[in-house]
């Protein structure tokens, strides 16, 4: 059985060094399946720890694992290692040195915290039993990291648990939330082609112009959105001249729904409403679901263990309950399809810039607050009591 105090301290004593890894990797932000030097500072920090240690998993990614050396449930720790192509516009000493990326999603501050929960649960280890797996995911912003690390092997023989954090402007540093079941929405990427025929924009009764049926769509599937779907028309292609009529027109977009029979419904009703609409209008249509990201959902078990931790270690007002779920998507869900776990959100600060905002920074103080929550979660799952006894 851990002693809170001792747990506690040991939070603190880590902290230090996660705040400073944190700005290393801020430094050095890189694209989706290319954070080369980022998996290079991460191995850095492992291989102080003593861990088992396997790398250019699915390319860029690492996995680790701390064994207890006694017998118990394997718990895995999730970080997310890409960034965005977006310019930082910030100038603290840390700020991105590579120009047109930064880290504005704050998966520096993710990996940092499972690195520093990482580095609590070590010092802890003779406490523990089982196993704690560290999985350090590329790509996780193009939707293909998760199910790539997945096939890769990243939770073979690793079936208990796996947890996640992510940081949240709106929530004060400090402070953590989550909620059970569905917290972020399944993704599906579409593209429907509109099929017309080519002509002179003279003699447009000569022509079947797709650009009438591309209206139409937008109109027809511009009313399906509720609290528990959106359907997203994000860009339109039709034509190259003013003067010439396209053969084809080409809409894309995002379908996003909260759980499995819904996004069913909604992706037949998208094909049938795109159909009928083009078929009005004397045109054929095709729809094509490119990519598909699960709905992350929160265990019930893993979600009233959080709050328990939550309260526990950063006091009963820290714990923030949400009730809507997020409409945007995460590739965690591939996990979650496998292994029972959870996400949470890490309180940025309630004033901080939105994620993928050029200004956003991920302040260190939720760093120790996130490294408190995911190690006392892990230390739970591995011990009888976890870090609840004074």
């Known amino acids: 059985m851990l002693n809170k105090h001792q747990f506690l301290e040991a939070v603190e004593t880590c902290w230090e060094r996660a705040v400073v890894l944190r700005h290393r990797l801020h430094r050095v932000p890189e694209p989706a399946l290319g954070e080369y030097k980022t998996a290079e500072i991460l191995a850095e920090e492992l291989i102080s720890l003593d861990l088992s240690l396997q790398t250019q998993i699915a390319g860029t990614g690492i996995v680790a694992e701390l064994a207890t050396g006694r017998q118990g449930p394997c718990v895995a720790l999730r970080a997310d290692m890409d ?8 100038d603290f000493d840390y700020r991105s040195q590579h120009p047109g990326y930064s880290h504005c999603c ?16 070590a010092s802890l280890s003779d406490q523990l ?41 709106g929530l004060a540093v400090g402070s953590v939330g989550a909620r059970c079941g569905a917290m972020m929405a399944a993704c599906d990427v579409f593209r429907i082609t509109v099929l017309g025929q080519g002509g002179h924009g003279a003699r ?10 591309v209206a139409r769509v937008i109109e027809a599937l511009s009313d399906m959105n509720t609290p528990e779907r959106i359907v997203s028309l994000c860009q339109a292609e039709v034509g190259e001249r003013p003067n ?14 909260l759980d499995t029979g819904l996004r069913a419904q909604t992706l037949r009703e998208v094909v049938e409403r795109v159909d009928g ?40 007002r820290s714990f ?5 779920p997020s409409m945007g998507s995460e590739d965690f869900g591939f996990y979650l399809q496998q292994v029972p776990g959870l996400m949470c ?16 920074d991920f302040a260190d103080g939720a760093v120790k607050a996130g490294m408190a929550v995911l190690a006392g979660m892990a230390s739970m799952l591995c011990a009888d009591d976890g870090p609840a006894t004074q």
């Open 106 to 121: 704050g998966h520096d501050g993710n990996m940092a915290i499972v690195l520093g929960a990482a580095r609590v649960l």
């Open 83 to 90: 960034a965005l192509p977006v310019e930082e516009a910030n």
């Open 277 to 316: 609409t083009c078929h009005a209008v004397g045109l054929k249509a095709k729809v094509e679901f490119l990519e598909h990201t699960p709905v992350v959902s929160n265990d019930k078990r893993l979600y009233s263990l959080f709050r328990r931790v939550a309260g526990d270690l950063l006091g009963p």
């Open 244 to 257: 010439i009529i396209s053969d084809t027109g080409v809409l894309s977009g995002t379908i996003r729904s």
């Open 345 to 360: 959100r890490i309180g940025v600060g309630a004033d901080s810039p939105e994620l993928h905002n050029a200004r956003f």
């Open 129 to 169: 039993c089982g196993r704690v797996r560290l999985i350090f995911q590329p790509a996780e912003e193009a939707s293909m990291g998760a199910s790539a690390m997945i096939e890769a092997g990243a939770i073979d023989a690793c079936p208990d648990a796996i947890l996640a954090v992510h940081g949240w402007p």
């Open 204 to 213: 447009p009764e000569l022509a079947r112009n797709p650009l009438m049926g």
């Open 320 to 324: 923030v309950a949400i009730e809507t």
